[in-house]
């Protein structure tokens, strides 16, 4: 096998792995900036306080109570709060 054909080859494979991790990267961004948009979108225009973006991160961990707890306890009504929590989980 000659040279060239091996290095296109280990580039192509290169580039199908580094494009697969780019394309699920952004998916639990989208998810946590969802969350962070339904809150924004009660406060008609204000932007979330930092509690609000660590209740999203939590939530897309998977823990909804603590999602919608830290959510509450920063202001948000509970309907809003259990809504966001959801659009975190994708």
Known sequence: MRTSTRIAGALTGLTLALGGAALTAPAAHADVTACIN?????????????????????????????????????????????????????
């Open 38 to 90: 339904q809150v924004e979108r009660e406060l008609q225009g204000g932007e979330a306080p930092e509690s609000v973006r660590t209740a999203c991160h939590t939530g897309l961990s998977g823990n909804h109570a603590e999602c919608v707890s830290g959510l509450t306890k920063s202001g948000v009504t509970d309907g809003t709060a259990v809504t966001a929590c959801k659009v975190s989980l994708g």
